[in-house]
């Protein structure tokens, strides 16, 4: 059994397509977990992305230890979008994220997932980096997929597994990665830790 250290439905959903079992180990503060992804001036996307995982794997191991839950191995990710260099976030509202969009349209841009995995005293991480093109969006399937709500706490407000499927002209990379939970790396991961 290990910990997902995760809010996120979308990553319990692919581990579970692994096969791990897991049990959930969630912040008391949403807002502290909120407040570990701010971005720091002039990052690059790959660095921001690996440092808010290791500062989630941390605090999740804090809240383990003051829980007193039986010890596991914890795993963690965070997943950014990347625009030149450029990191979209989750928008903060619908107009936030009908301007993602808008810059999103048309273009190529990256999605990056770091996990991080902690078992038997040793942190084990990794990384996957994904190629996503965009076909050119009008401002009706704008204001269409901002209504559908789909954008609300998805990076670079859109989700693949959704309705923006019908956006995306190509791929290269990881479809599970995009999603939230690289899964080769993640299995990788396990396995050298010997936690699968
Ligand atoms: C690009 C993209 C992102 N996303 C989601 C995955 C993540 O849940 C979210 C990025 O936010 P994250 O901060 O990586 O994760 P989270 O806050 O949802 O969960 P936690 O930190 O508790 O693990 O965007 C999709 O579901 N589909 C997509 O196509």
């Known amino acids: 059994m290990i910990y997902l250290a995760s809010q996120s439905p979308r990553r ?6 692994l096969g791990v ?8 503060d ?3 977990a909120e407040a570990l992804e701010a971005v720091r001036p002039g990052e690059a996307p790959g660095t921001y992305v690996r440092r808010v995982t290791r500062l989630k794997l ?5 809240a383990l230890a003051q829980r007193q839950r039986p010890p596991a191995p914890v795993l963690c990710a965070d997943t950014t979008v990347a625009l030149g260099r450029a990191i979209l976030g989750k928008p903060r509202d619908a107009q936030d994220a009908a301007a993602m969009l808008r810059q999103l349209s048309g273009q190529t841009h990256r999605v990056i997932t770091a996990v991080a995995l902690h078992a038997a005293d040793a942190v084990h991480e990794a990384a996957s ?4 093109r965009f076909a050119p969006l009008g401002e009706d399937d704008i204001a269409a997929y901002v209504d559908s709500g789909e954008w609300q706490g998805k990076a670079g407000a859109y989700a693949i597994q959704g309705r923006a499927a019908a956006f995306i002209a190509h791929i290269s990379g990881s479809y599970s990665g995009i999603m939230g939970l690289p899964l080769f790396e993640t299995a990788r991961i396990l396995r050298a830790a010997g936690a699968q």
């Open 129 to 132: 980096e994904s190629r996503v």
């Open 58 to 62: 941390e605090h999740a191991m804090r």
């Open 30 to 32: 949403a807002d502290a």
């Open 12 to 17: 319990r959903q692919l581990l579970e397509q």
């Open 21 to 28: 079992p897991h049990a959930l180990l969630l912040p008391d």
